[in-house]
C-alpha cells in the first residue's frame, strides 16, 4: 500500500511540474503562427 500512495504522490508532482513547464514555454497563437507581413486585429 505504501508504494501505491508514493506512486500516486509521485505522478500528481510529474503533472504538476510538466503543466507549469508547458505554459511557461507555450507561445499565443497569434505569435506563434503569424509572419511580419501579417496583421492581425486592429
Not at 10 to 33: P, Y
Request: hydrophobic share 55%; glycine share 10%.
Amino acid at each position: 500500500m505504501k508504494t501505491f500512495i508514493l506512486a500516486c504522490v509521485t505522478a500528481v508532482v510529474i503533472a504538476v511540474v510538466g503543466g507549469v513547464v508547458l505554459s511557461s514555454v507555450q507561445e499565443q497563437a497569434d505569435k506563434a503562427f503569424s509572419t511580419s507581413g501579417v496583421r492581425l486585429g486592429a
